[in-house]
């Protein structure tokens, strides 16, 4: 308990799956936390559910596009004005849309290169200023995937996004370090969430399975561990990067995904 006591985060999507563990955890270890996500009314009734558990001096949300820079500075000015600084800023929205590689469209591209290519950029960039502003030692925390250590098929461009990520978190480390900012990230496998409810349904749409769960059941077989992930089984490690003893680390993704993915 305490691990990351008086640190101010802003989660991105943290209206359901790892977002809102991710937030949940933070909480519980005495951290500030900014519920982030462009479902505004849901964050709001989240925030709300939390801050009758944790207080009100530490939980509030706020609605965001994260493709929109003028949005994420406004959450950004709302977390400094709730919380009187910024500390760990986690980007973590992401989306995905499975299409079979030769029918990927522009707008498949740049739906899913946006908001978790684009808008992780923005989102660090804006919290980079906001530290530096501060004159203040920052963390930075992308979500990657283990989309971003090998090529699917049927989500090339969540592929291409997630790779992205890793690319943007090791040059931002280079270029912050200098201004006291840290940037990691953390690369989740199979994780039984919302998103892969979805995912799983868009794989039945495309002809990629046929049968509801045959894409989680034939990813999970690969999994060293034998089980599918569960939110909680990542904030271990997100709390930890969030936290003082992960100081000392920059550069780096962590890969939480029971051993799937092996680099």
Wanted: with cysteine; proline share 2%.
């Amino acid at each position: 308990m305490g691990r990351v006591t008086g640190r101010s985060c802003i989660v991105t999507g943290a209206a359901q799956g790892i977002g809102r563990a991710i937030s949940e955890a933070l909480l519980a270890e005495g951290a500030s936390v900014c519920f982030a996500d462009i479902n505004g009314e849901k964050v709001a009734d989240i925030s709300a559910e939390y801050r009758k558990t944790f207080g009100a001096n530490v939980v509030t949300h706020s609605q965001v596009d994260v493709t929109d820079r003028a949005a994420v500075c406004a959450m950004i000015n709302h977390t400094v004005a709730t919380f009187g600084k910024l500390d760990v800023k986690f980007n973590n929205a992401g989306v995905n849309k499975p299409m079979n590689f030769l029918d990927v469209t522009e707008e498949n591209w740049r739906f899913i290169n946006d908001v978790n290519g684009l808008g992780c950029l923005i989102g660090m960039q804006e919290a980079a200023k906001q530290f530096i502003s501060q004159g203040t030692f920052g963390k930075i925390i992308n979500t990657a995937s283990i989309a971003s250590r090998q090529g699917f098929d049927n989500v090339a461009p969540y592929c291409a996004s997630k790779f992205g990520v890793v690319a943007l978190t090791q040059s931002g480390a280079r270029d912050l370090a200098k201004h006291n900012i840290t940037v990691t990230g953390f690369a989740p496998g199979v994780v039984d969430t919302e998103m892969w409810e979805q995912v799983d349904q868009d794989l039945m749409d495309i002809g990629a399975s046929k049968r509801p769960g045959q894409a989680m059941e034939e990813f999970s077989s690969e999994i060293l561990r034998g089980r599918v992930a569960k939110p909680q089984d990542i904030t271990g490690t997100t709390t930890f990067l969030a936290a003082a003893e992960s100081d000392y680390m920059t550069g780096q993704i962590v890969m939480i995904d029971g051993g799937m993915t092996l680099v």
